[in-house]
């Protein structure tokens, strides 16, 4: 591509600096941010945008780090794709360095372990409710007697000292060992899903 009319490599680098740094949740966001401010500007058109998400999405590493340096690349080439990128991941390294030096140093307070603790007892317990319903309609005596002993194996693994992979991959292997009798299967075994 050759480089067209757009906005000033200061423009360019505030405009990228503003949009990325601002959100919060994920690039796509401030990508999306930043099409609608080219795009306004008439700086970016549907096309441009289409061929950089592509490009983005298949290359590998953070989707809108490449969208930035591909920005920075069309309308200033190496020195705007440079600057895009450095002011697109700069910022957010110092956050993410920032909070992981105050939580090193927070985490010394008992009441913060605590808390810590009690957060993750909360999410293990959302995660297990969300687990038993939707589990719990397919449940029978027989199906529950090959989760008990699917889990009673885990949990002698993971007292045994084994890693959380060995014992994910023993639980599968058990699991596809018994057999499964479905309903309305008239006393034959399969070890299929049913069939609608």
Same mark, same amino acid.
Request: no cysteine; proline share 4%; charged share 15%.
């Given at each position: 591509m *050759?480089?067209?009319?757009?906005? $000033?490599?200061?423009?360019?680098?505030?405009?990228?600096?503003?949009?990325? *740094?601002?959100?919060?949740?994920?690039?796509?966001?401030?990508?999306?941010?930043?099409?609608?401010?080219?795009t306004a500007?008439?700086?970016?058109?549907?096309?441009?945008?289409?061929?950089?998400?592509?490009?983005?999405? @298949?290359?590998?590493? &953070?989707v809108?780090?490449? !969208?930035?340096?591909?920005?920075?690349?069309? @309308?200033? %080439?190496?020195?705007?794709?440079?600057?895009?990128?450095?002011?697109?991941?700069?910022?957010? $390294?110092?956050?993410?360095?920032?909070?992981?030096? &105050?939580?090193?140093?927070?985490?010394? !307070? $008992?009441?913060?372990?605590?808390?810590?603790a009690?957060?993750?007892?909360?999410?293990?317990?959302?995660?297990?409710?969300?687990?038993?319903?939707?589990?719990?309609? !397919?449940? &029978? %005596?027989? $199906?529950?007697?090959?989760?008990?002993?699917?889990?009673?194996?885990?949990v002698?693994?993971?007292?045994?000292g084994?890693?959380?992979?060995?014992?994910?991959?023993?639980?599968?292997?058990?699991?596809?060992?018994?057999?499964?009798?479905?309903?309305?299967?008239?006393g034959?075994?399969s070890?299929?899903?049913?069939?609608?």
């Amino acid at each position: 591509m *050759n480089r067209i009319e757009g906005p $000033s490599l200061r423009e360019l680098v505030s405009s990228v600096a503003f949009e990325t *740094n601002r959100t919060v949740g994920g690039g796509l966001v401030s990508i999306e941010l930043l099409r609608r401010r080219f795009t306004a500007r008439g700086w970016l058109d549907a096309t441009v945008h289409g061929v950089f998400i592509a490009v983005s999405r @298949f290359t590998p590493g &953070t989707v809108v780090l490449a !969208y930035v340096v591909m920005l920075g690349w069309r @309308f200033h %080439r190496w020195i705007g794709a440079l600057l895009a990128l450095a002011v697109a991941s700069i910022p957010a $390294s110092l956050i993410v360095f920032a909070l992981a030096v &105050t939580l090193a140093r927070v985490d010394q !307070y $008992s009441t913060v372990r605590a808390l810590l603790a009690v957060g993750i007892l909360v999410a293990g317990v959302l995660v297990l409710g969300s687990a038993w319903h939707l589990v719990r309609p !397919y449940l &029978t %005596r027989e $199906s529950g007697i090959r989760l008990t002993m699917i889990a009673l194996i885990a949990v002698a693994l993971v007292i045994a000292g084994a890693t959380p992979v060995r014992v994910l991959l023993v639980a599968a292997v058990v699991s596809a060992a018994l057999p499964v009798r479905l309903p309305g299967a008239s006393g034959r075994e399969s070890r299929g899903p049913a069939k609608a």
